[in-house]
């Protein structure tokens, strides 16, 4: 069971075409899965009806009554696995999606806005791992490179920036492909309905890099385990203290004599203990 959310602050990177793309992988092997459209223009249940291997896909958006929070909890509740595309732009509840996330993927593509946007991602990956105090699996996804064998210039220089500020970035780029843009209007999933084609092959090798980054990232329970409902509260147990250590008799002179006011004088002291309770102001 596993929580994948794509994330970058940055709108156009590619974070939509590549929860599409996962979703689609999920269902061909056989898992089921469910989608949280955090995206203003609500892409994926659009596109999802249009496929009839789709249909099926469960999408959730937040509203006023239902939270990040409590969405996916629900939805993790009911599916093997749940993706997450968030909108471009720093929110609270992209925040929260990335806390209660097993893999965050930073789309990222080569360009110097996508870069400075996608090291800002990262920065907000890492707050959200020490904040929810679990160890997030992120990486940075390169989309969009070039199809052929040789990598330009500049997508080295994109690996190595990210590597200097800490970030992990996956080895296998997502190629650009004319049946990724024709995707949304073809409704033809290369890995769903071709998988023998380069396309598809390019994508499957990019899902099993992720899947392995999360399995060795997180070694403990799954995040969707983490958010279930608490079991209830056992019954406190009565307090005993005052059972076993009885209270002391209190002397009154004593207790008294210890509430002294200590801003008063030596003589001012003395007359304050003569003087009867009932006429101290």
């Known amino acids: 069971m596993a929580i994948i959310t794509f994330a970058q602050v940055k709108g156009g990177s590619g974070k939509t075409t590549t929860a599409m793309c996962t979703v689609a992988e999920l269902v061909a092997r056989g898992e089921t899965v469910a989608a949280l459209d955090l995206d203003p223009n609500r892409p994926l249940g659009e596109f999802f009806q249009r496929v009839p291997e789709l249909r099926q896909i469960e999408v959730a958006v937040p509203s006023s009554e239902k939270r990040v929070s409590v969405l996916v909890r629900e939805l993790a509740q009911r599916n093997d696995n749940v993706v997450i595309d968030l909108m ?19 789309p990222s593509q080569m360009s110097g806005t996508d870069l400075k946007c996608g090291v800002e991602t990262w920065r907000q990956a890492d707050e959200a791992a020490e904040i929810s105090k679990r160890n997030i699996a992120r990486g940075v996804l390169i989309v969009r490179t070039s199809a052929g064998a040789v990598r330009p210039r500049v997508e080295a ?87 076993i250590f009885p209270r002391r008799r209190v002397n009154l002179a004593t207790y008294h004599r210890r509430r002294l006011p200590m801003t008063l004088g030596l003589r001012q002291r003395n007359n304050w203990r003569r003087t009867p309770r009932f006429s101290r102001a």
Not at 91 to 98: F, G, L, W
Not at 185 to 198: E, F, K, T, V
Request: proline content about 7%; hydrophobic content about 50%.
């Open 88 to 106: 471009g732009a720093a929110t609270n509840d992209t925040q929260v999606a990335m806390a209660l996330a097993d893999l965050i993927v930073v």
């Open 157 to 243: 220089f994109l690996r190595e920036q990210y590597i200097r500020v800490g970030a992990h970035v996956l080895a296998t780029p997502f190629g650009d492909r004319a049946v990724w843009k024709e995707m949304t209007y073809s409704a033809h999933i290369p890995h769903l309905h071709d998988r023998g084609s380069n396309a598809s092959a390019n994508f499957i090798a990019v899902f099993d890099e992720m899947m392995a980054l999360m399995r060795s990232a997180a070694p403990e329970a799954s995040a969707a385990c983490w958010i279930r409902p608490l079991c209830p509260l056992a019954p406190r147990a009565p307090n005993l203290k005052h059972r």
